[in-house]
């Protein structure tokens, strides 16, 4: 682990653009994803080829971690699957904010006696919750989480229940808790 209080030391290392069921990501080599302050969610500066961007990288269900590439962030590094790409990643404390699923931002809407609970949470918080509502490919399921996520912040639990925080929890990315294309 290498956060220190004092400063934190970036993390240098290289890796392919990998592309799974059409998305984009960064894989992290063993060593870089060791070199991590956690097995789970991290939310970190990075620069790559040229370009800086904050992320929070996920982690891989073994003890590893990748990045989500977007469509944008694919254009402005310009590369293609199978490239290699140089990255430098900086572990914050500073998580950026989460983009809420549209469902979910609605039962949120409805329920304007969360506003305060809502804007209450860390940004991390808010991270766990989403990726919880996120982390299935049934309807229904997803449906009953983002219902059980307003009934709990309403009783004032601050994050969404005990699930394993270094899982790949990417429905279309993952398999068994596992980022795709890991053994």
């Known amino acids: 682990m290498n956060t220190n209080k004092a400063t934190v030391t970036p993390i240098e290392f290289s890796t392919q653009l990998e592309v799974i069921n059409d998305r984009p990501l960064l894989r992290l080599p063993a060593d870089a994803s060791a070199d991590l302050p956690s097995r789970g969610q991290v939310a970190a500066r990075a620069h790559a080829n040229g370009v800086d961007f904050t992320t929070v990288v996920e982690p891989d269900g073994m003890r590893g ?3 989500n590439v977007s469509d944008e962030l694919v254009d402005q590094l310009r590369a293609t699957a199978d490239e290699t790409v140089s990255v430098t990643l900086t572990p914050t404390k500073d998580w950026p904010e989460t983009s809420i699923p549209a469902d979910f931002g609605a ?9 305060d609970v809502w804007a209450g949470l860390t940004p991390m ?3 766990e919750w989403v990726r919880w509502i996120r982390a299935t490919k049934n309807a229904d399921t997803r449906a009953r989480r983002v ?17 394993d925080l270094s899982s790949c929890t990417d429905p279309e990315l993952s398999k068994s808790g596992k980022l795709l294309g890991i053994s």
């Open 65 to 67: 971690h990748w990045i």
């Open 107 to 115: 039962a949120l809407d409805d329920a304007p006696e969360l506003t």
């Open 125 to 127: 918080a808010r991270w």
């Open 147 to 163: 219902e059980v996520a307003i009934s709990k912040l309403e009783s004032g639990k601050r994050r969404p229940c005990c699930f």
